[in-house]
């Protein structure tokens, strides 16, 4: 698959006039056509919702499309929770999938109706003694071991911090029923960005057998099951990428087979995609500022990690454009590299690429997910401004740039920038 940038080399130009860059740009037409490409390949299941995990990408602007795709959000923390309320999300909107979680996050989300999903036994009576407990409850399944699909192992999940055990989720309904909780969901998050088609029927047969067995033992009211994020996408351009109506497909397969013969015919599928519903659609924008010629050849440009991380923390492969140069020949080898102080901030490593020359535009691919979201401030970089490419061809800011002023912000009480 060739991967082409939803940017030309002139729009860029068009852009910078007005902000410079580094910025992320998000192309609404991708992330609206994707969502319905999602609802489509569920839409054998009447109940069917997608909770957008807030965390991948916390901009209202963004929160907006999908909301007006149908989505809801997935939040887990007090500011995304916040965030989701401002936005008009509430209720049965809100999924809450959080871990070590505070009493405050709690109470705001049952404050908002949020549908709270337990990670943990314990969590039963922490909710209980900060915010109550609500009608409908969640809870996060970890079914330990190692995570296998057709023998390959895809994920640890016994190394994960995340969910229940088996036992304790049995136990945990029936505690829930006793405390008056009427209806529950089920959900499990196995692996992360995973290619395969398989991962999500797989996952869901495990949720399905999982639920059948809770209703026998317990008698509780399943409502819905979540089977969370994890739905990865293509960042290689030699990789193939997750089939959508594929894995939709499997998903029903699984509910039919499983789920239907034993009665529960009604339940809804919800998922939490982050990463599949906006990564693609999205790029970190970078100009080439410098080039330095020692051991290696290395193209330093404006962004850094602290604009896009997994680079440096996952050694995660992010395809380059040079723009305006699509169709050179990638015959020079390259380190792409930020400017901090830290040798692993390298947005490529022995990269093929068209010669690029300072003041050419880098397109850094699927950055829309876990992207900006995972910026930082270190060695005092700032974070850049988010800018949406409208369907009618428009750019709008979503979110500005910071200043200094911000990145000293929180230290104005001590007085010390008031003095001149
Ligand atoms: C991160 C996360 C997601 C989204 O994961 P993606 O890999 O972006 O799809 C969904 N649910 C929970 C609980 C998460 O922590």
Redesign the pocket.
């Given at each position: 698959m060739i991967k082409k940038p939803f940017v030309t080399k002139e729009q860029i130009e068009e852009i910078t006039k007005n902000y410079p860059t580094p910025f992320h740009i998000y192309d609404e037409k991708g992330i609206r056509e994707n969502a319905r490409r999602l609802k489509q390949a569920f839409s054998w299941n009447p109940g069917f919702r997608e909770?957008f995990?807030v965390?991948?990408t916390p901009n209202p602007f963004i929160l907006k499309i999908l909301q007006e795709e149908g989505c809801g959000v997935?939040c887990?923390s007090l500011t995304e929770l916040m965030m989701s309320d401002a936005c008009g999300f509430s209720g049965s909107d809100i999924?809450f999938?959080?871990?070590v979680t505070p009493a405050e996050d709690f109470q705001l989300a049952k404050k908002l109706g949020a549908y709270i999903?337990l990670d943990d036994f314990t969590h039963i009576d922490f909710l209980e003694k900060v915010a109550g407990l609500p009608e409908t409850i969640c809870c996060?399944y970890n079914p330990g071991g190692k995570f296998q699909i057709a023998n390959k192992i895809m994920d640890n999940p016994g190394d994960a911090k995340?969910g229940f055990t088996k036992e304790q989720i049995i136990e945990g309904y029936g505690i829930l029923m006793k405390k008056g909780v009427k209806h529950f969901g089920l959900?499990a998050?196995l692996a992360?960005?995973t290619t395969s088609n398989a991962y999500y029927p797989e996952l869901a047969r495990i949720l399905f057998e999982l639920a059948v067995e809770l209703k026998e033992k317990t008698g509780a009211d399943i409502r819905f099951i979540n089977l969370?994020?994890?739905?990865?996408i293509a960042y290689r351009p030699e990789e193939e990428g997750s089939d959508i109506l594929a894995i939709g497909e499997g998903v029903r397969k699984a509910y039919e087979e499983v789920l239907v013969p034993a009665g529960m015919g009604d339940v809804a599928i919800f998922t939490?995609?982050?990463?599949?519903?906006?990564?693609p659609y999205g790029m970190l924008i970078t100009k080439a500022v410098h080039e330095k010629h020692t051991y290696k050849e290395y193209i330093g440009v404006d962004a850094c990690a602290a604009n896009l991380m997994r680079p440096a923390m996952y050694g995660a492969y992010h395809h380059i454009t040079v723009l305006g140069k699509e169709n050179s020949p990638c015959d020079h080898k390259y380190d792409v590299t930020g400017g901090l102080c830290e040798n692993n901030d390298k947005f490529a490593i022995d990269r093929m690429l068209p010669k690029i020359d300072m003041g050419d535009y880098l397109a850094i691919h699927d950055a829309g997910?876990?992207g900006f979201a995972m910026g930082y401030n270190y060695n005092g970089k700032l974070r850049s401004a988010e800018l949406l490419l409208k369907e009618d061809g428009s750019v709008q800011m979503i979110r500005r740039a910071e200043t200094p002023a911000d990145y000293f912000a929180t230290f104005d009480f001590t007085g010390l920038f008031d003095k001149k």
């Open positions: 909770y995990a965390k991948a997935d887990s999924m999938s959080s871990n999903n996060r995340y959900h998050f992360s960005n969370s994020g994890g739905v990865g939490e995609l982050g990463r599949f519903m906006l990564a997910a876990h």
